[in-house]
């Protein structure tokens, strides 16, 4: 039987209407694929030049280093060259996790010469050392010069590749919306009826496809929690403006901003509070914007903030306002929350003329106004070489406080000199550094006084020795453990508080805990100083001056504060056998301890000559080398039961 035409017709119409379907299906699959795989492939490489980024940074502050060393050698200078090349390690690592096989090449490439570069500056460093100009000048052009262009070269160039491949995705992903948009027009001409037909079905792919397409490029420019533009969208506003800005023309300034207890927020409350407080601190920042300001979600709490023709008092002048949009409490459901932003001040040309360099400088402020408690700081180019080294120690130790595995206490006993038995023992804290080792605490305790983290490391030092106090009693020994305080600490007014709900805590009596404290951090305040310590007293708490005769301090506070032992200073001590002067200095602090109705203590005592003039003089307590370094507190609790210096023993 013949079909009817108009069946033929209908049939044909249907074939074709499946035929397009089949088409833009075929092109919505294909499109879709691709398009969320150049989306993934522009946000990998993203993050991938971003570990590139670091790297570069770590070379330039080798380079920074080692001139610093050659014009001004030393421990510093040395100590910044190794911080930089640990740093390089760090973005190394991250560069071979988030890679591909190439790039995993190029890292170790990069560490190969990195190793010929670090054995060749220790020539250097040796040739300065030296003072022999010509050997160093050989060295760093031979071997130096050559393997850290080599190394930059290698770095700056993946970092571009990385850049490229972001950026060919994107070229890729608008190919294929120009190939799917002509396969569509093509299958217009299959007949005039189905054009209506072909045209609602194409054209609402075509808008599908294109939204999906702005959604993924959205997605990739843009913070998922906030809304705000991301580092990778931040940093393209950025060189705009700086081209825009030109030469000649008017400058620009950057900010960023760093919530500074927002890793509370996330511990105490869950992290579903800390995103609302993003989101509402977003709101408020941008809310105290001018017109054509930019501000982005750069990651975690850290947020920043573009200022297009603005001056480093422009710039201030915003700070100062979002201290104060910010500095007002937070309402989180049920919950009012408050925090303090740190900020960290940039301006172009002054301090930087391109994108990279301009958010350094800001990030160098910002950390340099979190440590000073400063709350906004603007940049100095002398941040870069006298306090790079001191940063990059500080953004550690800060990261140590937050784990439990490189901050330990170390014990020294303290004996009585009439029977030989154990007085009591010393915490001293031990920093034990993920990739550079054991850190000195001579070398990151000064660091830690010139900032408010002296005050965090204390009460983590305080927080510790009374744990293990509580523990050894718990095991029958009875050994009163003693802490120093800096003197931030000592004018602290919430320290008794501390110390009052440690103890509490840890059910620990307040006479197996000793506190220590210098003359020079008494006389800071005096007043203060000796309110805050009776205080601790009148708790139960004993107390001693440490480091006698280094310092200064008034008699009349000496013997009015309510202290119960003196701690004679190690360098009075090590000498007082073959040196007269020591040996009276030593004598005349002994009688005045005892005059003041004070135990004493002599610190430094390193042999039995030393141990028979303190007898000799009526000295109480000895402490040092001669009976045991400072050790962990299972080696000092096996020490406890072997030596003849027992602890008491409990009950």
Not at 185 to 202: E, I, K, P
Not at 434 to 444: D, H, L, N, S, V
């Amino acid at each position: 039987m013949a079909l009817r035409p108009s069946r033929v017709l209908r049939t044909g119409a249907v074939l074709g209407l499946a035929a397009v379907l089949l088409g833009l299906t075929g092109v919505s699959v294909v499109g879709t694929t691709r398009t969320r795989a150049s989306a993934n492939t522009a946000i990998a490489a993203t993050t991938l030049a971003e570990a590139y980024e670091l790297a570069d940074d770590a070379v330039a502050l080798e380079e920074v280093a080692e001139q610093r060393y050659r014009l001004e050698p030393g421990e510093q200078a040395l100590a910044l060259h190794r911080g930089a090349s640990g740093a390089l390690e760090v973005a190394l690592r991250d560069v071979e996790a988030r890679g591909t096989a190439a790039d995993r090449d190029v890292a170790a490439e990069v560490r190969e010469l990195q190793v010929i570069y670090l054995g060749a500056m220790d020539r250097l460093f040796a040739a300065v050392d030296r003072g022999d100009t010509a050997s160093a000048a050989d060295i760093d052009d031979e071997v130096v010069d050559p393997a850290a262009e080599r190394i930059g070269g290698l770095v700056h160039g993946a970092a571009t590749v990385s850049a490229q491949e972001a950026a060919e995705a994107m070229r890729d992903l608008h190919r294929i919306e120009g190939v799917v948009f002509t396969a569509t027009t093509a299958t217009f001409g299959v007949g005039l009826a189905l054009l209506v037909v072909f045209a609602f079905v194409a054209g609402g792919y075509q808008r599908r496809l294109l939204r999906h397409a702005a959604e993924h490029e959205y997605h990739a420019s843009h913070d998922g929690l906030t809304g705000l533009p991301n580092r990778t969208l931040f940093t393209e506003h950025t060189t705009d403006a700086l081209r825009e800005a030109g030469p000649d023309g008017r400058g620009l300034a950057v900010l960023l901003l760093d919530l500074d207890r927002f890793k509370e927020v996330n511990d105490t409350l869950g992290h579903q509070y800390g995103d609302e407080l993003l989101r509402q601190v977003a709101a408020r920042t941008t809310g105290a914007l001018r017109a054509g300001d930019v501000i982005a979600r750069l990651s975690g709490d850290e947020f920043a903030v573009l200022l297009p023709g603005a001056s480093a008092a422009d710039a201030a002048g915003l700070a100062a306002r979002l201290q104060s949009e910010l500095h007002r409490s937070f309402a989180l459901d049920d919950v009012a929350v408050d925090v303090e932003v740190s900020i960290g001040i940039a301006v172009a040309p002054e301090h930087a003329t391109d994108t990279d360099a301009l958010l350094r400088c800001a990030d160098i402020a910002m950390y340099t106004a979190k440590d000073s408690k400063t709350g906004a700081t603007l940049y100095r180019p002398n941040m870069h070489t006298e306090d790079g080294n001191r940063l990059l120690l500080l953004g550690d130790l800060r990261r140590a406080l937050d784990v439990t595995d490189q901050l330990t206490l170390h014990y020294q006993p303290k004996i009585r000199l009439d029977d030989g038995r154990l007085s009591g023992a010393e915490a001293l804290v031990r920093w034990s550094h993920p990739t550079r080792g054991p850190i000195p605490p001579a070398e990151f305790i000064p660091v830690a006084e010139t900032t408010g983290l002296i005050t965090r490391l204390t009460l983590y030092v305080l927080r510790l020795a009374v744990a293990q106090a509580r523990a050894w009693l718990d095991d029958g020994l009875v050994v009163p453990i003693a802490v120093n305080l800096s003197p931030r600490c000592l004018l602290d007014p919430d320290l008794v508080g501390h110390v009052t709900r440690l103890l509490h805590e840890h059910e620990l009596p307040a006479d197996l805990l000793r506190l220590e404290v210098t003359e020079t951090a008494v006389m800071a305040n005096p007043a203060l100083a000796t309110e805050t310590l009776t205080a601790l007293h009148r708790l139960g708490v004993r107390l001693s001056i440490d480091d006698y005769g280094t310092g200064y301090s008034s008699m009349a506070y000496l013997k009015s504060l309510p202290v119960d032992e003196l701690k004679v200073d190690r360098t009075f001590v090590m000498h007082m056998d073959d040196d007269p002067e020591d040996a009276v200095l030593v004598r005349g602090a002994i009688e005045l301890g005892h005059n003041l109705g004070m135990t004493v203590v002599a610190e430094g005592v390193e042999g039995a000559a030393h141990v028979t003039a303190l007898q000799e003089l009526g000295c109480d307590i000895a402490q040092g080398y001669h009976y045991a370094r400072p050790m962990p507190p299972e080696d000092l609790t096996t020490w406890f039961r072997t030596s003849g210096a027992t602890a008491v023993l409990s009950g």
